[in-house]
């Protein structure tokens, strides 16, 4: 990977930060793959949500903070 693109991964991380979408450069990051795999149909969405539910009941996220995950990515996919 090219100083370019690491460049431009680390302004997308930051913008994300700064509107809002993600807290954390990992959220930002996290976030942003599961866009792609959404939009890539690398995953189904159905796959991505029964995946998260099952590790959220390992950390013993929420539901309420789930949604506000799920509702980060829409919201992420949205507007770019």
Do not use: C, Y
Not at 24 to 39: P, Q, R, S, Y
Not at 41 to 70: F, M, Q, T, Y
């Amino acid at each position: 990977m090219g100083a370019a693109t690491i460049e431009i991964g680390e302004e997308i991380v930051d913008e994300m930060r700064k509107r809002g979408i993600a807290t954390t450069k990992d959220e930002a990051i996290t976030i942003a793959l599961l866009n792609f795999a959404l939009n890539t149909d690398l995953l189904s969405r159905d796959v991505i949500l029964r995946k998260i539910r099952e590790k959220a009941r390992e950390i013993k996220i929420e539901e309420a903070e789930l949604e506000g995950l799920i509702q980060n990515a829409k919201e992420a996919s949205i507007h770019r």
